[in-house]
């Protein structure tokens, strides 16, 4: 059966009203996402990710045409904001790594030296971890939050590596990936860190 939102679109119509939603922006994607109201993931899922138009979103989400612009432009507007200020490739590396070490070390101060003020810990464990507070806002929440996954699995190493094509942090127990991290950086520091635990969506990271 068809799907209801499987109408035609004009190619033309709100072409200025997407965004390219490349590998870069992934695992920011999520992290935004969580913050938003119903109302704005409906309206920018749909328009930007599946190119449904706003007539149609508004009849879903119950809002005049206009709103529904509105709330898509608004979480657009977010991402772009969060990836305005590019980084080297080195200096994502250097904050990544410092981050590892404050973790290793089990040293607070260090951890929350690499977080901005706004950084949020999005953690996917797959239903795994029943106590899984994430997300988790806030330079002190986050860097306690990480020392402790850095400190969970017995003869755990962890080392610094290419993820979703920039610095970011492996987890591995025994040779096998158990886990992944990367971030986003604002302003030399991370404001956006998603782990995924979740073995489901490790399994490229373990093939033989």
């Known amino acids: 059966m068809a799907s209801d939102f499987a109408e035609p679109t004009n190619p033309d119509a ?3 009203d997407r965004i390219t939603l490349d ?42 045409r206009d709103d529904t612009r509105e709330l898509a432009r608004s979480a657009r507007t977010q991402i772009q904001l969060r990836t305005k200020h590019e980084l080297s490739p ?15 070390a089990h040293d607070e101060t ?6 901005h ?3 949020t810990v999005l ?12 997300p988790v806002r806030g330079v002190e929440r986050a860097a306690r939050l990480l020392m402790r996954l850095f400190a969970g699995a017995p003869a755990m190493t962890v080392s610094e590596q290419s993820v979703n094509g920039h610095a970011g942090l492996v987890f591995r ?6 886990g992944v991290l990367s971030v986003n950086i604002k302003a030399d520091k991370i404001v956006d860190a ?11 990271w373990n093939r033989d």
Do not use: Y
């Open 117 to 119: 003020p706004e950084v």
């Open 90 to 104: 080195e200096r994502r590396r250097s904050i990544v790594l410092t981050l590892l070490a404050g973790c290793a």
């Open 123 to 134: 953690v996917d464990d797959g239903g795994t971890m029943p106590d899984n507070p994430s």
């Open 23 to 64: 590998e870069s922006l992934q695992v920011l994607l999520l992290v935004v996402l969580e913050s938003l109201t119903p109302e704005a993931r409906v309206a920018f899922i749909l328009h930007d990710v599946f190119g449904v138009s706003f007539h149609r979103i508004a009849e879903v989400v119950g809002r005049s």
């Open 110 to 115: 260090e951890v929350q030296s690499t977080l």
């Open 14 to 16: 709100d072409r200025v």
């Open 173 to 178: 127990q025994s040779h096998r990936v158990i």
């Open 194 to 204: 998603w782990i995924v635990l979740n073995p489901d969506k490790l399994h490229h």
